[in-house]
Every structure is written in structure tokens, then in C-alpha cells.
């Protein structure tokens, strides 16, 4: 079943919790490694402003791309196999939620090099996180960023002459990312293993959800991600 825009409900309902999940990812990747594991944009102008500063964050900055673009790389191979796009986006989220799932494990146990190898593992999981997002081709949800979220809210209102399509839809994820956000900045604070574990959750509930057989409870999710 799909909206009258054209998305599949429960994809909506699952790129929504994977934001969350990605505001939790990136604050406590910031807080706590210093760089952004899945938001490249200010990944790259932190280490503008470290190469400036000679400060050593620079290293974890290309470690974090070159894993990102790893992830996409096997993400795009992996939603380009003979599957329906709900079932090619619940698989890799049901992987990505795994590989996150193992970072707090790796991050509970405190390997030798631990913040380089969660930074590692977090990065290549936001490169096939942002692939299955990319896949679901919902209007400004391709990236689980705020600006074009926020850009479509001023952009298609009635003041700007538009009919304020997807209005519920941009307004979720925007409220999704700041949540998941403060989520992993107070739960990071007092475990960091904790905090990546509850994003693992969030992203398998996400992937789950995609593969659930239809059913009548899930019927309400059309009308809910309509406008």
C-alpha cells in the first residue's frame, strides 16, 4: 500500500527511525570520537577547520570517509539485487543494525585502537545505512539530514505559493533527528556501549518492520504518512 505521494507507508515509518537512529549515532560520534561517523558534509569541514588548526582529528576524518564510502559501495550492490525496494531496504537495515549492534559490543569490551575501530565500523554503517535511504526514494528523505527537511517546509508551504505536500512526513524526521540526538547525548554520557546499542535497536525495529507481512494493524500507517 502507498500514499497518495506515491511512498510506501512503512518506508516512511522506517527511513523516520533510522534518522532518529542516525541523530543518536552522530552526536555520540561526535561527542565522544570527535568526528561525524555518518554526516560526511560536516565530517569534511571538520577537517578543514583541524587542517587549519593542526589539530589531529584529520586522520579519524579520512578514516571516517574512506569507511563511509566503503559502506556505500556495498550498499548500492547490495539494494541493486532482484528484490522489491521494501525488501532490498529492510535488508540492509536489518545488516546495518547488526554491524551497530557489534560496534557497542566492541565498545563494551574496549579492544586495543577501540575508538578507531568504532569510528570504523560506525562510518561503513551510515555508508549502507544512507544506501537503503537512497533505494526508498522518499521526496528530502534520501539523506537523513535537516536541510533539505527544512528548506521543503519553507519551500512548499502555502507562503510560498506551494500546498505544503509531505508537511507531516519532513516535520517527523526533523523532530526524529533532534530527539535521537538528545537521546545519545544524555544516554552516551552515562554509557557509551548503551547508547550505540539503543541506535542498533532502532535501525533493526526499522528493517523488521519492512519485512512484516501485511496486516490489518499496519493499515493506519497510510493514513498517518498521507501529507
Known amino acids: 500500500m502507498s500514499t497518495r505521494a506515491g511512498h510506501d507507508p512503512r518506508l516512511v515509518i522506517s527511513i523516520i527511525l533510522v534518522t532518529m537512529a542516525m541523530g543518536m549515532l552522530d552526536a555520540i560520534s561526535l561527542l565522544h570520537l570527535k568526528i561525524f561517523a555518518g554526516y560526511m558534509t560536516a565530517t569534511v569541514l571538520l577537517m578543514a577547520v583541524h587542517i587549519a588548526t593542526s589539530e589531529s582529528v584529520v586522520l579519524s576524518g579520512f578514516e571516517a570517509i574512506g569507511l563511509y564510502l566503503l559502506g556505500a559501495l556495498t550498499g548500492g550492490r547490495l539494494v541493486r539485487r532482484d528484490r522489491t525496494v521494501r525488501l532490498a ?119 523488521a518492520l519492512l519485512h512484516v507481512r501485511e496486516h490489518k494493524l499496519l493499515a493506519h500507517l497510510d493514513r498517518i504518512t498521507v501529507h
Open 89 to 207: 531496504v529492510g535488508d540492509v537495515l536489518l545488516v546495518v543494525g547488526t554491524i551497530v549492534g557489534l560496534t557497542a559490543l566492541e565498545w563494551a569490551a574496549q579492544p586495543p585502537g577501540c575508538t578507531y575501530i568504532t569510528l570504523g565500523l560506525l562510518a561503513f554503517a551510515m555508508g549502507l545505512q544512507t544506501s537503503a535511504t537512497r533505494h526508498a526514494k522518499v521526496a528530502d528523505m534520501s539523506l537523513p539530514a535537516a536541510t533539505m527537511l527544512l528548506h521543503g517546509l519553507a519551500h512548499n508551504s502555502t507562503f510560498a505559493g506551494g500546498t505544503n505536500p509531505g508537511t507531516w512526513r519532513r516535520l517527523a524526521a526533523i523532530s526524529s533527528l533532534f530527539v535521537g540526538a538528545v537521546i545519545g547525548t544524555l544516554t552516551s554520557s552515562h554509557s557509551i556501549s548503551l547508547a550505540i546499542a539503543i541506535a542498533a535497536g532502532t535501525i533493526l525495529t526499522a528493517g
